[in-house]
């Protein structure tokens, strides 16, 4: 079995900078992509941002220039540097991760963006 690990989000004021972890573990033998999803109240889910293994990446349109998704191999670890956030950043961001040819998905972290 495969757990996902968030770590990060929280209060943070327009323009301000937050960082989410995400660390998978467990039975880890080939993970494809991992990123990172969000869902905002009444609104459906949406990604934000995926990395594969040969390190390409997606983003939503909304964060380009915003957002940067990382990773630490070593660590099993994809990150999400988000930065100049905007209140309709506000949402519940959870860890997807693509391993071993099946979806695992984070408990999720809260982040929200208000003065």
């Known amino acids: 079995q495969v757990q996902l690990v968030e770590s990060g989000g929280g209060l943070v004021q327009p323009g301000g900078s937050l960082r989410l972890s995400c660390a998978a573990s467990?039975?880890?033998?080939?993970?494809?992509?991992m990123g990172w999803y969000r869902q905002a109240p009444g609104k459906q889910r949406e990604l934000v941002a995926r990395m594969t293994n040969a390190e390409n990446t997606n983003y939503a349109d909304s964060v380009k220039g915003r957002f940067t998704i990382s990773r630490d191999s070593a660590k099993n670890t994809v990150i999400l540097q988000m930065n100049s956030l905007k209140p309709e950043d506000t949402a519940v961001y959870c860890c997807?991760?693509?391993?071993?040819?099946?979806?695992?998905w984070g408990q999720g972290t809260q982040v929200t963006v208000s003065s």
């Open positions: 997807y991760g693509n391993i071993g040819f099946r979806d695992y």
């Open positions: 467990g039975s880890i033998f080939n993970i494809y992509a």
